[in-house]
């Protein structure tokens, strides 16, 4: 590809492959891997990029580091497979780390599909809570199957990195779901197959951990939002002196009165919601 197109023209990549028909032998000979996806390094104006191969990807922290590095200008990145493989489907090795890199590198990502593995949350130290002047502004996020052991602590964290954050969806279809039942019993029928039968149970229960978050990003408290991004202005607009100094610089006096607003408006919402 990079012998006939130039690096700096090329600003989509789209490619979608479900025929699995044609796939023969193990599963894992046809993931794509940091290899596979190297000679697309080249082309550093990337802003969207959409690959879903049948048998998904394999990508670790590393290889998301590098990517992020590699396509700041994205603003649209879809990783993932093409065909459900239920239990079948290859190990997750990139971790909540991983993701530091798309909000470190790529500040106009909108839109990520990506698997990570959240069953391990890093701590919120100073580089994942540091402020830049600039935040990504990824607002939705399809995480697929991705696995999760403690929503508020993925929650908290996934704050700290996309504080625009509020559209979180999984590889499982929230039509069905029940907000009193839920998922939590899946009967079980004459003749299932007992594999299938437990990963379902498990894909459902992961899609409830997964719905958890997305409220808790949801109903994150007003001032945190408020304080991060008067903040980020602070910043941005070199006053941080002027606000220690109980002075408010024009730039994030206007700032503030925006959150503000967003904040009575965000109350007045849920009120609605509760009438």
């Known amino acids: 590809m990079a012998a006939h197109l130039s690096p700096s023209t090329v600003h989509s990549v789209m490619v979608h492959d479900s025929h699995e028909e044609f796939l023969k ?34 990508i670790d922290d590393t290889t998301a580091w590098d990517l992020a590095r590699t396509w700041p200008k994205l603003e649209c990145l879809m990783l993932k497979p093409s065909v459900d493989w239920r239990h079948r ?3 997750i090795h990139m971790t909540l780390h991983g993701l530091r890199a798309f909000a470190e590198h790529c500040k106009r990502l909108e839109e990520l599909t990506i698997h990570v593995n959240a069953t391990e949350v890093p701590p919120l130290d100073d580089s994942t809570t540091r402020v830049s002047p600039d935040i990504c502004v990824l607002n939705f996020f399809n995480v697929g199957a991705s696995p999760i052991s403690d929503p508020p602590a993925v929650a908290r964290f996934l704050f700290a990195l996309f504080p625009d954050l509020l559209d979180l969806e999984t590889s499982v279809d929230d039509t069905d779901w029940d907000d009193e039942l839920g998922w939590a019993e899946l009967p079980v029928e ?36 408020a304080l991060r991004y008067i903040e980020i202005a602070a910043l941005h607009e070199g006053e941080k002196k002027s606000r220690s100094e109980g002075n408010l610089g024009p730039g994030l006096l206007r700032i503030t009165q925006e959150v503000s607003a967003a904040s009575s408006g ?10």
Request: with cysteine.
């Open 25 to 58: 032998g193990s599963l894992a000979d046809y993931v794509v891997n940091s290899s596979v996806l190297a000679p697309l390094l080249c082309f550093a104006n990337l802003t969207t990029i959409s690959l879903c191969p049948p048998a998904g990807f394999d």
């Open 89 to 91: 489907f290859p190990p």
């Open 266 to 275: 965000l109350a007045m919402h849920r009120n609605n919601l509760n009438a």
């Open 190 to 225: 004459e003749g299932d197959d007992p594999e299938e039968t437990a990963f379902e149970r498990s894909e459902r229960s992961r899609h409830a951990k997964w719905r958890e978050v997305a409220k808790l990003l949801y109903d994150m408290p007003a001032f945190a939002k």
